[in-house]
C-alpha cells in the first residue's frame, strides 16, 4: 500500500499549511511525489517554527548544554539536574502566546496542562509551577480582559490538578497590546528508578496510545503559533485546546504508576502536533519508524478523517512503546485511572512514519524529514546595529530635567522624589503581583517554604524519601530545597540585546543567590518578532550570544526550553508590530538546607543594612531605566552592562552571609533601582528604614534621580543584626574590599522610609502606608475602575 497524493496544490493550500513555496518542492523533492492532504499537514506542522526552530536552531548550538550536575540536556521533554542525596530534578518552560491572545482562559489553561506533561514524561512528580507573563496597558479595557482570563486559566488548570504556583513575574508595556506573552515552568522530583527517554525502540514492540480522547479541538495549533496575529485571529479559535486539570491529574498518577513498572520503553507528550510530532519525534530519535492506526484511536467526534487525526492537539494526550507482551498490564492501570488505553501501532524497521485508516495508507513519510532533517535558516546578520538602537543609545542624561535635593525642577513646579517614588511604587510592573497569585493555590502539596511575594524566588522543600519511593539511593539531608526563578527585563533586550540578554541570566542568579540558593541550571523561552525581518534575526542573534555568554559566565547550562517567533500584531494598515525581544530566563537553584534562607523583608528594628556591590556613588546611568520610561516617557539608554567577576564575587557573599546566619534579609536593586527596593524591603517587612548617603564631600551629586533610581550592577540589599555587624563587616572586607557599603539601619513602624543626604537632608521620607497603599493596590485599583465606568 502507498499513499495516495493529488497531482499538486494551490500556493493558497500550501500558503494555509505555513508553508513556503520553496519548502513544498523540497517536500515533493524528499517524497518523490505530491503529498496528499495528511502529509501536506504533517509537513506544515512539523516544519513550522514552534516545532523545528528553522530560523533559531543555528543560533541554539552556542548555548553551554553540560556541566556537572546535568542529567538530560536539549532534545528531551524537560531538561534534568542531579541534586544530590539521590535526588533529580526535571524543568521545562514553555509558551502559549498565541492561544491565550484570541482565548485567554484556556489558551493559558492548556498551557500550563503542556508544560506538566513535559515534566511526569520524564518520570517525574510535577512540585510546582511558576509563569512569566507580558500584556499592554493595564488601562487598556482589552489588555484587562486578557490578563484576566490569563491568570484565571492559570489559576483553574494548577489548582484543580494540584500543583503550587510558587512564582512567576508580571509586566505591562503597550509593546504586548496586541500579542501577550504566556510562558509557564514547571519542575518536578524524578519518582522513576531510570529517566523515561522519548526514543522508540524495539523492533515489533507496541505503540500505546494513551489518556484523554481525541477532537477536532487544537487544530493546527503548531502552525498558527508560529504567525502574526490579526484581526482574523479571532477566526483561529479552532486552534486553541481545550483543557481536563482532573483528567491529567489521573493522567499523572497512572504515568507515573506505569513507568514505574519497567513495562515502558519510551514515551512522548502529545503536544505541539499531537500524533504527528509524537510518532515522528519518537522514531526518528530512535532510528526506528513506527505504523499507527487511526481506526484505533479513541475519538470524540464523528466523521474525523486522517488530516484531522494527525493534526488535533486535544489535550492530556501521551504515546507509549511498551515491551511486547507486556502492553496490557499497562492498559490495565490505565483502564484503572479511567483512561483510554489502547494499542495504536508498532515500531518497524523501515524509519518512517505510517499512518493507516480504513484499511489504506493514509500517509507514509521518513520519521527524519518530519522530525530532525527540518529545514534551516542561516540569515544574514545586520552589518551594524539598527537604526533605532543607534539612536537611542545617544540618550544622554543632559536632556532631562535639573534636579535637587527636593526633586525634579518641571515647568509646573518641583515633582518630589517622595511623589516619585510612590508613582514608581504604584507602576503596574513594579507593583505587587498579589492580585495575580493570590489567585493561585500556592501551598498545595504543603512543601512551599516562601509564599509568593516574600522574597526573589521561590523555594520548595524536598520531600524525604519515605515520600518518594524507588529512589537510587537513601538521602542523607532531610533539609534539602530548590529554589526557582522566572527573569526578564524586556525593555534591556530591546535597547541592546546583548547586554540585555546577560542582565538576564545575572539577575535570574541574583534572584537564587538572594534566598540562599546556589544557581544550577537554565531553561530558556526566546518570545521575538519575526526572524525574516534584518531587524527581528539581529535582536534573536544578538539576544542569543548574550544569554550564551552570561550561562557560561555564571555556569548555568542550558538544559532546554522553547522560541516563540512571529509574535507580532498586524496594525489597521496591515503592518506587522513586533513585541520587545523577550528571552525569559528560568533557573533552578539548590539550597543544602532550608532553614537558612531569607525573604525580602525587613526583620528587626536596629538591623543593619548593607548594599552589597556598586556603592551608591557610583556613577550609574539611566538609560533603561523604569524610572526614565515612567516618569519621562522615555524609552532610550543603554541597559546596565554586567560585570560578571563581581555579580559571582557578591552573589557569593550574600548566599554565605545567609547560610551562616548573618544575613537576614536579601533582596536585589532591579526595576526602580536602590530607592524602590528599599521600598519593598520596607513593605515586606513592615518595618521602616532610615538610609544615610555617605557621599564623600569631594564627590559632587548633580543627579540625585540617578542616585535613587539607575538600575543595573550587581547590587544586593542586606540587613544584618548588629551583633554580627563585626564579623560581618569583616567578611565583606576580605570578599569584596571596597565594593560595599553600610548604608543605614532599619526602624520600627511609624519611621517609614527616609533616605538623608550627608548633611541631613531628607530626599525621601515616606510612611510605609503611604507606599504600601500605592504598591499593594495599584492592579486592583486599575482593574476596579474599568468595571465601575
Known sequence: MTATSPAFFSPQEIAAEGLKPEEYAEIVRRLGRHPNKAELGMFGVMWSEHCCYKNSRPLLKQFPTEGPRILVGPGENAGVVDLGDGLQLAFKIESHNHPSAVEPFQGAATGVGGILRDIFTMGARPIALLNSLRFGSLEDAKTQRLFSGVVAGIAHYGNCVGVPTVGGEVYFDSAYS????????????????????????????????????????????????????????????????????????????????????????????????????????????????????????????????????????????????????????????FHRWGLQAVVAGTV??????????????????????????????????????????????????????????AGIELQRGVQS?????????????????????????????????????????????????????????????????????????????????YEGAKAVVAEAARNLSCVGAEPLAVTDNLNFGSPEKPIGYWQLAEACRGLAEGCRELATPVTGGNVSLYNETLDSQGIPQPIYPTPVVGMVGLIPDITKICGQGWQASGDVIYLLGLPLASKISLGASEYLATIHNTVAGKPPRVD??????????????????????????????????????????????????????????????????????????????????????????????????????????????????????????????????????????????????
Open 417 to 497: 522624589w517622595n511623589d516619585i517614588l510612590l508613582t514608581l511604587l504604584d507602576t503596574p510592573t513594579i507593583a505587587s503581583k498579589s492580585w495575580v497569585y493570590r489567585q493561585y493555590d500556592h501551598q498545595v502539596q504543603n512543601n512551599t517554604v516562601i509564599l509568593p511575594g516574600g522574597a526573589d524566588a521561590a523555594v520548595v522543600r524536598l520531600r524525604p524519601l519515605e515520600e518518594i519511593p524507588n529512589l537510587k539511593s537513601q538521602i542523607q539531608n532531610l533539609k534539602l530545597g530548590v529554589a526557582a526563578t522566572v527573569d526578564c527585563n524586556p525593555r534591556y533586550v530591546y535597547l541592546d540585546p
Open 644 to 789: 560578571f567577576d563581581l555579580e559571582r564575587r557578591v552573589q557569593k557573599v550574600c548566599r554565605e552571609g545567609i547560610r551562616n546566619g548573618w544575613v537576614r534579609s536579601a533582596h536585589d536593586c532591579a526595576e526602580g533601582g536602590v530607592a524602590i527596593a528599599l521600598a519593598e524591603c520596607c513593605i515586606a517587612g513592615n518595618l521602616g528604614a532610615e538610609i544615610n548617603l555617605d557621599i564623600p564631600p569631594t564627590q559632587l551629586i548633580s543627579r540625585f534621580d540617578e542616585l535613587l533610581f539607575a538600575e543595573g550592577g550587581a547590587r544586593i540589599l542586606v540587613s544584618v543584626a548588629s551583633a554580627q555587624q563585626e564579623i560581618w563587616e569583616s567578611y565583606l572586607q576580605e570578599h569584596l574590599g571596597q565594593e560595599w557599603q553600610k548604608v543605614g539601619m532599619v526602624r520600627n513602624y511609624e519611621m517609614g522610609l527616609g533616605v538623608f543626604t550627608t548633611d541631613n537632608q531628607a530626599l525621601i521620607k515616606v510612611r510605609i502606608e503611604d507606599m504600601n497603599d500605592r504598591y499593594s493596590h495599584a492592579i486592583a485599583r486599575r482593574l476596579a475602575i474599568h468595571t465601575t465606568t
Open 178 to 333: 496586541g500579542n501577550p506573552l504566556v510562558n509557564v515552568m514547571a519542575l518536578g522530583l524524578m519518582e522513576t528508578p531510570e529517566i523515561v527517554k522519548s526514543g522508540a525502540s524495539g523492533l515489533g514492540n507496541p505503540v500505546l496510545y494513551v489518556g484523554s480522547t481525541t477532537g477536532r479541538d487544537g487544530m493546527g495549533g503548531a502552525s498558527f503559533a508560529s504567525a502574526e496575529l490579526s484581526d482574523q485571529s479571532i477566526d483561529d479559535r479552532p486552534a486553541v485546546q481545550v483543557g481536563d486539570p482532573f483528567l491529567e491529574k489521573s493522567l499523572i498518577e497512572a504515568c507515573l504508576e506505569a513507568f514505574k513498572t519497567g513495562a515502558v520503553v519510551a514515551a512522548q507528550d502529545m503536544g505541539a502536533a499531537g500524533i504527528t510530532c509524537s510518532t515522528s519525534e519518537m522514531a526518528a530519535k530512535g532510528g526506528v519508524g513506527i505504523e499507527l492506526d487511526l481506526d484505533k484511536i479513541p475519538a470524540r467526534e464523528r466523521g474525523m478523517v486522517p488530516y484531522e487525526y494527525l493534526l488535533s492537539e486535544s489535550q492530556e494526550r501521551m504515546l507509549f512503546v511498551a515491551h511486547k507482551g507486556r502492553e496490557q498490564e499497562l492498559i490495565d492501570i
Open 348 to 405: 518497524i524497521a523501515e524509519p518512517i512514519v505510517r499512518i493507516l485508516f480504513q484499511g489504506a495508507v493514509a500517509a507514509e513519510i521518513p520519521a527524519e524529514a518530519l522530525a530532525e532533517n527540518t529545514p534551516l535558516y542561516e540569515r544574514e546578520l545586520l552589518a551594524e546595529p539598527p537604526e533605532y538602537a543607534r539612536q537611542a543609545w545617544e540618550w544622554t542624561p543632559d536632556s532631562l530635567p535639573a534636579c535637587t535635593t
